[in-house]
């Protein structure tokens, strides 16, 4: 989705700002959880911190109508983040918060999913915390829930999954990333459903390396936009998965749901009009 601009409040990109630093003036940061882009599906907390904030920093995948519930008043700046495009350095974003929390502003990060799901969040409570600011984080429904009960499927099921695991398909530079052998064998021996974040570009290696544990039948959700007007899925098995994605047209964001418990949704396919089974 495009990066929203909300049409009340005034607005900036991180490189714009100038903000400087006065210790000691009664600031706070909150980190919120945005949810996958319905804005109904955002918890009241969520809701209250945003109609409180007098700045708010916003990640790419943050809808308009979620940032519109600022004040008018409030400040906007958008420090998008998005593989394989141009983004604001964590570093910088980590300064901005420190910065605005020593002007007494009252700061909302206000991040796509949840804060502690592949949001980096973990990171910038540890550097606030590092510099004597104490953060709240309200968590938000993760796109990995949310794509597929969109569906009509849950994630886990007494016959069909014992346990769910989240997991990145984009490594850290330098990082090896996932053993997605190990991860397969794992998945298959305990009967887990995998969701796999940010793992469209790298989907051709994700498949042929789950294959060494998982059988090429397993069946597979693509979903792309989760919870948004423009959601868009594909039905498909481990063994086709980069292959729909490619017919499909599919991209991020979008998350990969790799197990038995994808195969409910074909008998839900009557109350979800987008449906589609592909491959």
């Known amino acids: 989705m495009s990066r929203p601009t909300p049409p009340a409040s005034p607005s900036t990109t ?14 706070r940061c909150t980190l919120v959880g ?6 109904e599906l955002l918890t009241i907390k969520a809701l209250k911190a945003i109609q409180a904030a007098t700045v708010l920093l916003v990640d790419d995948l943050v809808s308009d109508a979620i940032v519109a519930h600022a004040p008018p008043t409030a400040r906007v700046v958008y420090v998008g983040k998005r593989g394989g495009c141009k983004s604001t350095p964590q570093a910088f974003i980590e300064k ?48 990995g829930l949310a794509g597929l009960t969109s569906l009509g ?9 014992h346990g769910v695991v989240f997991v990145t398909g984009h490594a850290k530079p330098g990082d090896a990333g996932t053993d ?58 481990l063994g086709a998965l980069h292959a729909t994605i490619t017919r499909e047209g599919l991209a991020s964001p979008s998350v990969i749901v790799v197990g038995d418990v994808v ?17």
Not at 34 to 39: E, L, Q, V, W
Not at 109 to 137: S, T
Request: proline residues 5%.
């Open 263 to 279: 195969r409910g949704v074909a008998l839900a396919s009557q109350d979800v009009p987008m449906a589609r089974r592909a491959g």
């Open 96 to 143: 901005l918060m420190l910065m605005a929390v020593n002007e007494g502003e009252n700061v909302v990060r206000l991040k796509g999913g949840d804060p502690f799901i592949f949001g980096r969040g973990g990171e910038e409570v540890e550097h606030l915390r590092a510099a004597g600011v104490q953060v709240e984080v309200i968590n938000g429904i993760t796109s």
């Open 180 to 237: 997605w052998r190990q991860l397969a064998a794992t998945a298959r021996d305990a009967k887990l459903t995998l969701v796999i974040y940010m793992g469209v570009s790298g989907a051709g290696t994700i498949e042929q390396e789950l294959l060494t544990g998982l059988a090429a039948h397993t069946p597979v959700a693509i979903i792309q936009h989760a919870s948004l007007p423009q959601q868009r899925h594909a039905i498909t098995t």
């Open 34 to 39: 945005a949810g996958p882009g319905d804005p």
């Open 153 to 161: 499927v849950p994630l886990t099921h007494r016959e069909h999954a």
């Open 14 to 27: 991180a490189a714009a700002v100038t903000l400087t630093p006065h210790l000691g003036t009664g600031g």
